[in-house]
């Protein structure tokens, strides 16, 4: 059921500007086919980011929402985030970042799983604060989708409710 006033989604190669000027919104080449609830999703931080709190919301997040979660960790090397994704083949892999490298890990990062042909379908999102410089040119953000993401979910109010529009539009389970 969408929200009052929720803004269109957002379609590859779309920017919306943010109420500070920047695009800050998610670019996306469409919604990403998850697969169902009761699946796996692997979180994961940007090869270069310690932060932890970041990961273990998310996990907390999908968790309530019905996802197993694999929780890869802060420092994710890319050859352990590839060998965990053949491993699991997950419904969706998240990598988040907050010390404003995301941008850079994230395009290594997604490179790889795409050179994978078992992994070429996985949907993948990106998000948090992707730049040290606040937010992400819509040029860096289209760069993120063409290098192989799903979804980019930079870092700012529209960047989160973005987020949240996508779990949202994922089947759920009844919990018991």
Known sequence: MPLPDEPAPVERGETVPDERGGSGAAVARK???????DATVIVAGGTSDSHTWNLVFLQL???????DVVNLGPCVP????????LAHRPALLVVSSVN???YQDGIRMIGKVRERAELRAVPAVIG????IEGAQSAEQLAELIAAGYDAVFDDGAEGIASFQRLLDSLPQRVLT
Do not use: D, I, Y
Request: aromatic share 4%; net charge neutral; proline share 3%.
């Open 31 to 37: 919604a990403p086919a998850v697969a169902k609830r």
């Open 61 to 67: 997040l999908l968790e309530e929402l019905g996802f």
């Open 78 to 85: 890319t050859e352990l985030l590839v060998r965990e994704s």
């Open 100 to 102: 404003g490298h995301g």
């Open 128 to 131: 948090g604060k992707l730049g």
